[in-house]
């Protein structure tokens, strides 16, 4: 059974700090890497989504990918109150079947 | 932007109804994907879509069948609806070109009395 990891949390890091939120994942011929964010009653909402080994920037975002270790993490910088949602870490099958495999998800609370 | 619509945000039905649930994607995507979500069970995928007429199970498909007749909607039908299926549905919808991204509709949150 491939599986995705996750910390549940939740995590609580103050506004303005960089929240670091991490995932592994067991498929290791996985290629294709994403992270949702969900508030609460929502439907996720794609944030970003990295194919290569290293860093991804998109605004307060960064995504990072370490496939030798199968972890990818994604960090929030300037965290703010309107952060606080579950974010699921998602990861494409090695098969290439388009399906994605979801981890758990981890709530993170940015306290003001 | 990619718009997947989902017939209705909410829906209370009764033990034994047959449920529909609509869900339609207006950017040509092959594939499309129904879950179910529950507390301290993440997403789960009942059936999935990879062309019109196609259809393969995902992980739990026991009490679910699907349509698609159309490549835009996909349909998912609870023949004969249990307390134990209320839950959060969603759909959502990828590309093969665009590397297995998927965008979600806004949920359907069905009850089962």
């Known amino acids: 059974q491939k599986e995705v990891e996750q910390n549940s949390g939740p995590l609580s890091v103050p506004e303005g700090a960089i929240a670091s939120l991490n995932c592994t994942y067991s498929?290791?011929?996985?290629?294709?890497f994403f992270w949702y964010r969900q508030y609460s009653g929502k439907s996720p909402e794609l944030i970003m989504f990295?194919?290569?080994?290293g860093d991804k920037e998109d605004g307060r975002f960064t995504a990072q990918l370490n496939k030798a270790s199968q972890y990818v993490s994604l960090l929030i910088r300037d965290s703010q109150p309107s952060d606080s949602a579950t974010y699921l870490c998602?990861?494409?099958?090695?098969?290439?079947?388009?399906?994605?495999?979801f981890g758990q998800g981890t709530t993170l609370q940015v306290k003001p | 932007d990619v718009k997947v619509t989902q017939s209705s945000r909410y829906l209370v039905k009764r033990t034994g109804e047959k449920v529909f649930l609509e869900c339609v994607q207006d950017?040509?995507?092959?594939?499309m994907f129904w879950y179910r979500q529950d507390p301290g069970l993440g997403l789960r995928l009942i059936y999935f879509?990879?062309?019109?007429?196609?259809?393969e199970k995902g992980d739990i498909p026991e009490g679910y069948s699907v349509s698609r007749e159309k490549k835009e909607r996909f349909s998912l039908i609870l023949e004969s609806a249990s307390t134990n299926q209320t839950s959060m549905y969603l759909c959502?919808?990828?590309?093969?070109?665009?590397?297995?991204?998927?965008?979600f509709g806004p949920g359907t949150r069905l009850t089962v009395l």
């Open positions: 950017m040509d995507h092959e594939n």
């Open positions: 998602a990861v494409g099958q090695s098969s290439n079947t388009g399906k994605l495999i």
């Open positions: 959502a919808s990828s590309s093969p070109g665009g590397a297995d991204t998927q965008y």
């Open positions: 879509s990879y062309d019109v007429k196609m259809k």
């Open positions: 990295i194919y290569s080994n």
């Open positions: 498929d290791r011929g996985s290629q294709s």
